[in-house]
């Protein structure tokens, strides 16, 4: 087929969506910047424009060749996280970011697609009657966990967990026994216990900025000028938008400031405070849409690749969202989750993208079969 | 394994696949639900809550220091200014290289290494928006050349506050006294506290004038109501209420009578008082000597501080109203005032001196060795006779002494808006008992009737007591101009008019009569007659060893422990105007050393300026013209020195 031909073929009410979301995220960083294209519109728009004419130029090409390549781009992704461990810059006490001269790349946020793609690949190449088998659950367990503990030694505990979850995720779609969840469930809470019980000894597996984390996000009000002053203040803006919102560009608490880097992760709290409760739930019905839309095409693909990449990408793409909604609401402890297609930053932006791409190779080509 | 078994397996899995998925959306939608609830009660639930919040944060209160009120002398010439202060401040975040700017900057003012350290320091502490002082009290010319370099200078922001400046400080530091930076101790004793105390470093009255009326000069602040960020920035001004400034204070000093008085009393420990008699008006306040208000404004170096506490002749202290000396024999007159009043003597009565007083065994000593013969009560006065009041005081008694004391104004501290007012002292027998144990001696009414023993009057008293004496009226002494609401007619002291006559005569002679303690000091202007009277008040004992050797002369004594100057007069004789005292510290003879201070003053006070030398005996001329032209040089090349601009 002709590959200009199969754009036809596109999930278009998805790429509707995401355009949708990113005309959002382009009125709020307008916002947040005191009504200026400087410093963050201008480039967000330049990158998010690139990389959607990439998902075009991703859905023609053939979901086998996605396929085909999946365990080099896993193995790619595990040599970036590796590097970045060992050359990345240090930012804020961790080593997260890979200076690639040309971009500045995150490669834990670049390696969820990866791992996603070699799941997604694993299970369409194991035949089904090994799915649920004790070895076979342990290799991708192994293709979760390495790169997980990799990212957590950054640190990065936010990121690892997520990667954890998704690969996870990926696992239980692909119809791996109930009993495995079961019991990794139970084990993962006697962890949790463990970990807690941890502290202050000498064998802390935890460090102690992790502790008063969970600490000040248990009870922010005990430290509302230091750490709990991010949660503070952004809930602050998220209920004083009310119903309406104090209107666009008039949010006091992110237009002076107060609020913590209100144009990446707590872009939220500036949208809930200028547009109220009217412009959060939208957003999140935009969201849910776009999540809808992938289940559908996920549903309508013949092939376990195509499913399991689908799903595993949806389900990355609403870790984004509703964990970075919830961390501003104070409903999780703060971690460095943008809110996805309308926060500010590059990596992020086109690992997003980039997903969106393979899922609309997917959906193009459902019927292909192979 | 079969192929049909696989099939089956496959779809059992494909159906567990597709039952999985649609699991995971309704997990998801679940989470979405959850969320958006979460949102609902924030957003729609606590809304109002969290607006209050919102404000809350973001507008902050600014206090807009009111203008202190200005001090002026009774001819509205000020004395306390508030002048423009040129300072730059540096804001930190607006410099890219602060250690460059100020090197910068150190090439067109004055700035060292070590002043550029301490500011790169203080810079460190604060929040980097925090406006850190680089320099005060700028040059116009200064000021001038950084705001023309203001482009290379980022984060230099020049500045015009309000300072206290003190002008002819040396004469007025001891009246109007100064402000400083509030202390800790002064907010906590301020009840209830004034919001603009709160102002760091925000200058309060600490001594005389500006502290007792520092309500009255204060002010009222303004309040600005401001948007400030997360990290209290001012963004706009939302709202502003303006402030009150503070009320301006007049003074009943003139100026120029004050500059000549402390000419006159430069380098010596000293100070004199002049009062109008009619209204009380205060003309002048001396006290010697000075120090320079102006240091203190902004707070005062360490050393310059110990220098003027350790300074033997404490040029802190305001002598004319906190020094409390032994009267000696200017208190004289109220002794022989209360027996007049008593009619324990006649005005011809006659006592008779030999140069001592018999008490038991005990010699009281007049000082005059060979004695003065016969004296009546003027003759006494006029020559300060020990011994005829050493009798007389015997007459009285200490209590009706001290009764009369009190009524022409000793023994108590006046209604003024000044720091460390002394009452002085009035001795009783009680206070004797209660404070050493011992009844109250006869010997102890014969030292009080020469002003020696345990009575004290500050000079300011004196004057009081020369003007009560000289008008017959319960003359009260006020500083501010106009405080005095019924300044025409002060109360009658009723005291006989005889009895005053009397006193006011036996002072006349003091200056005006061949054989007076300070005839030497008498002026030739028959309009301007003098009245007055010598003491000379003793620090130490002379033991009777001393006496019989030959009493050691002051002068050979150390300064400490000399004897005190004073005197006391009011002029002109026949229509009395003016009162004065002069008290120089261990000044050695009254009649020597206050009584030619206190001519020049008084004369100056009636001449309306330097007094002509015709005023003066003839002998004498010479001597006062160079005197008084040295102090008019002296005066004229002071004035309007300002050490700030």
Redesign the interface.
Same mark, same amino acid.
């Given at each position: 087929m002709n590959p200009f031909i199969k754009i036809i073929y596109i999930n278009w009410p998805l790429q509707i969506l995401i355009l949708a979301t990113a005309l959002f995220g382009f009125l709020m960083l307008y916002s947040v910047s005191g009504g200026s294209w400087d410093p963050w519109t201008k480039p967000q728009i330049n990158r998010f424009f690139i990389s959607f004419i990439l998902i075009f130029v991703m859905s023609a090409i053939s979901i086998s060749f996605w396929q085909k390549i999946s365990p080099f781009c896993y193995i790619l992704g595990l040599a970036l996280l590796i590097a970045v461990y060992f050359y990345g810059d240090t930012g804020m006490g961790a080593k997260r970011w890979l200076d690639l001269r040309i971009i500045k790349l995150q490669p834990s946020e670049a390696f969820k697609i990866s791992m996603v793609m070699a799941l997604a690949y694993y299970y369409h190449k194991l035949p089904?009657?090994k799915?649920s088998h004790p070895f076979y659950v342990i290799v991708p367990l192994l293709l979760i966990i390495i790169p997980a503990l990799i990212v957590f030694r950054q640190p990065d505990l936010g990121t690892a967990l997520v990667i954890i979850m998704i690969g996870i995720?990926v696992m239980?779609? &692909?119809?791996v026994h109930f009993g495995y969840f079961l019991f990794g469930g139970l084990s993962f809470c006697t962890l949790l216990f463990i970990l807690f019980q941890s502290r202050g000894t000498d064998w802390q597996l935890l460090k102690d900025y992790h502790f008063r984390r969970i600490d000040t996000f248990l009870d922010p009000s005990v430290d509302p000028l230091g750490a709990g002053y991010h949660i503070t203040?952004s809930?602050?803006?998220?209920?004083?938008?009310?119903?309406f919102g104090r209107g666009y560009m008039q949010g006091?608490?992110s237009q002076?400031?107060?609020?913590p880097e209100k144009h990446t992760d707590f872009i939220f709290t500036t949208l &809930?405070e200028e547009f109220?409760?009217f412009g959060?739930?939208g957003l999140?019905i935009i969201?849910?849409l776009i999540?809808?839309f992938c289940?559908f095409s &996920?549903?309508a693909t013949t092939d376990?690749f195509s499913?399991?990449l689908i799903?595993g990408l949806c389900?990355t793409f609403?870790t984004y969202f509703?964990i970075n909604? &919830?961390m501003v609401?104070g409903?999780l402890p703060v971690v460095g989750i943008p809110l996805p297609l309308v926060s500010y930053g590059g990596s992020s932006m086109i690992v997003i993208m980039l997903s969106f791409g393979l899922i609309q190779s997917a959906h193009v080509h459902k019927n292909v079969g192979f | 394994m079969s192929k049909f078994k696989d099939t089956t397996l496959k779809s059992k899995i494909f159906r567990r696949v597709h039952r999985r998925i649609v699991l995971a959306g309704l997990l998801k939608a679940s989470t979405v639900a959850l969320l958006g609830w979460n949102i609902r009660k924030l957003q729609i639930e606590d809304s109002e809550d969290y607006k209050l919040l919102a404000d809350a944060n973001r507008v902050n209160l600014r206090l807009i220091p009111p203008s202190r009120g200005l001090i002026f002398d009774r001819l509205g010439t000020p004395i306390a200014l508030n002048e423009q202060n040129y300072k730059i401040v540096f804001i930190r975040e607006q410099a890219a290289d602060p250690r460059k700017v100020l090197k910068k900057l150190a090439s067109i003012i004055e700035l060292d290494q070590k002043r550029q350290e301490k500011i790169l320091q203080d810079m460190k502490k604060r929040s980097s928006f925090i406006p850190i002082t680089v320099a005060e009290n700028l040059t116009w010319k200064d000021f001038a050349h950084i705001s023309v370099n203001l482009p290379s200078l980022p984060g230099i922001i020049p500045e015009v506050g309000l300072t206290r400046h003190y002008q002819e400080y040396e004469s007025y530091a001891h009246i109007v006294g100064y402000v400083g930076p509030i202390s800790d101790k002064d907010l906590k004793s301020e009840k209830p506290v004034d919001p603009v105390l709160q102002i760091p470093k925000f200058q309060i009255g600490k001594v005389g004038v500006e502290k007792k009326l520092e309500t009255h000069l204060r002010g009222r602040a303004g309040v600005s109501k401001v948007e400030v960020n997360a990290s209290g920035r001012v963004m706009r001004e939302l709202s502003r209420t303006q402030g009150k400034s503070g009320e301006n204070i007049h003074l009943t000093i003139a100026t120029n009578l004050q500059k000549f008085a402390s000419e006159r009393l430069k380098g010596m420990s000293a100070s004199s008082v002049l009062i109008d008699i009619k209204s009380g008006d205060i003309l002048s306040l001396v006290s010697t000597p000075s120090y320079n208000p102006n240091n203190f404004v902004l707070g005062i170096s360490q050393s310059d501080w110990n220098a003027l506490l350790n300074d033997e002749r404490k040029p802190l202290l305001n002598k004319a109203t906190s020094g409390a000396y032994p009267p000696g024999s200017t208190f004289k007159m109220v002794v022989a005032a209360a027996a007049l009043e008593l009619g324990l003597i006649g005005l011809n009565d006659k006592i008779f001196c030999a140069g001592f007083y018999e008490l038991g065994s005990r010699n009281f000593h007049c000082w005059l060795k060979g004695g003065h013969g016969k004296l009546t009560l003027q003759e006494a006065i006029q020559k300060s006779c020990d011994v005829y009041f050493y009798e007389l005081a015997r007459k009285v008694g200490v209590k009706r002494i001290g009764d009369m004391a009190r009524r022409l104004g000793l023994g108590q501290a006046y209604n003024l808006p000044l720091t460390g007012l002394s009452k002085g002292f009035v001795p009783t027998k009680k206070w004797k008992k209660e404070r050493f144990g011992t009844s109250w001696l006869v010997g102890d009414t014969l030292n009080v009737g020469i002003g020696q023993g345990f009575s004290l009057a500050t000079p300011l008293q004196l004057a009081v007591m020369t003007a009560r004496l000289a008008s017959g009226k319960e003359v009260t002494p006020n500083i501010i101009k106009n405080s005095n609401k019924n300044p025409d007619n002060p109360k009658a002291l009723s005291i006989k008019e005889n009895t005053l006559v009397a006193i006011r005569k036996g002072m006349f002679d003091v200056l005006n009569e061949k054989d007076g303690t300070a005839f030497n000091f008498r002026t030739t202007n028959h309009n301007f007659l003098i009245a007055g009277k010598t003491g000379t008040s003793q620090v130490r004992r002379i033991t009777r060893e001393e006496r019989e050797e030959g009493v050691i002369k002051n002068e050979d004594l150390p300064w400490k422990m000399r004897d005190h100057a004073l005197f006391t007069c009011f002029a002109p004789f026949k229509n009395p105007k003016y009162a004065l005292s002069v008290v120089v510290e261990h000044g050695g003879s009254g009649s020597k050393v206050a009584a030619p201070i206190a001519r020049d003053i008084m004369l100056f006070q009636l001449y309306g300026g330097i007094p002509p030398v015709t005023a003066y005996p003839e002998k004498q001329q010479v001597e006062a013209r160079k005197r008084l032209m040295d102090i008019e040089k002296k005066i004229n090349s002071r004035t309007n020195i300002n050490p700030n601009i």
């Open positions: 089904v009657n799915v995720f239980f779609i &692909a119809g203040q809930k602050i803006a998220l209920g004083s938008g009310g119903l006091s608490q002076l400031n107060f609020l &809930a109220g409760f959060t739930i999140l969201y849910s999540v809808a289940i &996920a549903l376990k499913r399991l799903t389900m609403f509703s909604i &919830a609401m409903l | -």
